[in-house]
T-cell receptor, first 113, second 116 residues
Framework: AQKVTQAQTEISVVEKEDVTLDCVYETRDTTYYLFWYKQPPSGELVFLIRRNSFDEQNEISGRYSWNFQKSTSSFNFTITASQVVDSAVYFCALSEGRSKLSFGAGTTVTVRA | NAGVTQTPKFRILKIGQSMTLQCTQDMNHNYMYWYRQDPGMGLKLIYYSVGAGITDKGEVPNGYNVSRSTTEDFPLRLELAAPSQTSVYFC???????????????FGEGSRLTVL
């Protein structure tokens, strides 16, 4: 059974538009971690954020913000005022013990100038 | 600041050949992992290790072998390469401290393998 679902395969926006990436996860553990990683066209994986299951506070980092809702098992990611450099594949991931991460299939974001 | 280093970055194999993807990390991390990423897909865990001498299977271990003789190194062996193993392979490491599970994975730059 898929543990992390990113229903949006591709999103295309014009620069300065906001874009929200959805992530829904499935776990029976009470303690777990959620992550977002960015994979730019160059191919490397860049860590963006980690959130533990006991901290439902939303977080903002510059133009990035994350909304964690345990009630709906979602951990959504919003890019505000998108820029061309935000074009990448974004992965949501779930860690259930021993740091093993299960990744979603990814959402490709294309920001057009 | 080397972090996680993978070699080679690119390799073309013929069906039935064998090879080893090398991975080394200099962060003294306990945990190491091998993932594969197929085109348009997320990452799937092949094998992982929680420390020297200990390895375990992930989601897609068939056709691969690993060993962990030192904390630093975690090579991935492909025996009898098949076209289905054409993929980009990522090695990663993370630390795990009792009571403070960071869980953040540090990834290598990836190794692109093509089996023809």
């Amino acid at each position: 059974a898929q543990k992390v679902t990113q229903a949006q395969t591709e999103i295309s926006v014009v620069e300065k538009e906001d874009v929200t990436l959805d992530c829904v996860y499935e776990t029976r553990d009470t303690t777990y971690y959620l992550f977002w990683y960015k994979q730019p066209p160059s191919g490397e994986l860049v860590f963006l954020i980690r959130r533990n299951s006991f901290d439902e506070q939303n977080e903002i980092s510059g133009r990035y913000s994350w909304n964690f809702q345990k009630s709906t098992s979602s951990f959504n990611f919003t890019i505000t005022a998108s820029q061309v450099v935000d074009s990448a594949v974004y992965f949501c991931a779930l860690s259930e013990g021993r740091s093993k991460l299960s990744f979603g299939a990814g959402t490709t974001v294309t920001v057009r100038a | 600041n080397a972090g996680v280093t993978q070699t080679p970055k690119f390799r073309i194999l013929k069906i039935g050949q064998s090879m080893t993807l090398q991975c080394t990390q200099d962060m003294n991390h306990n945990y190491m992992y091998w993932y594969r990423q197929d085109p348009g897909m997320g990452l799937k865990l092949i094998y992982y290790s929680v420390g020297a001498g200990i390895t375990d299977k992930g989601e897609v271990p068939n056709g691969y072998n690993v060993s962990r003789s030192t904390t630093e190194d975690f090579p991935l062996r492909l025996e009898l390469a098949a076209p289905s193993q054409t993929s980009v392979y990522f090695c990663a490491s993370s630390s795990y401290l009792q009571g403070t599970n960071t869980g953040e994975l540090f990834f290598g730059e990836g190794s692109r393998l093509t089996v023809l």
